[in-house]
């Protein structure tokens, strides 16, 4: 399965590029998948991808070191993030975990 997120990863830092929801969309905030956006843009187009495979992934919006809000996709405890080319283990990553969103639109908070 490793492999599989790789190459997904890899797909999607092929064609992204970093481009805010205002600059695109002229709004805040716009979740739509696309390798052209935003954090949010970049774990949905992932999240489409893995799902072609089989594979269930879940959003977890989470605080970067800076502080931000930032989303990511979570498998297995492996993240798939716009910010590093490489899957990596979320114990490995310097975010605050705060919410994660299941495939069916549910968001839960994460247990601290």
């Not at 929801?21 to 696309?34: I, L, V």
């Not at 992932?46 to 977890?60: A, K, M, S």
């Amino acid at each position: 399965m490793l492999k599989a997120l790789q190459a997904v990863l890899d797909d999607a830092h092929g064609g992204h590029a970093y481009v805010t929801d205002k600059e695109k969309h002229g709004m805040p905030e716009d979740w739509r998948p696309e390798l052209i956006g935003d954090c949010d843009s970049f774990a949905l187009w992932c999240r489409e991808q893995l799902e072609q495979l089989g594979i269930q992934p879940d959003l977890v919006f989470c605080r970067t070191e800076t502080g931000g809000g930032h989303l990511v996709l979570h498998v297995d405890g492996w993240i798939l993030d716009n910010r590093h080319k490489w899957v990596m283990r979320q114990e490995d990553l310097p975010y605050i975990w705060l919410k994660i969103g299941k495939p069916d639109g549910t968001w839960y908070a994460v247990a601290s």
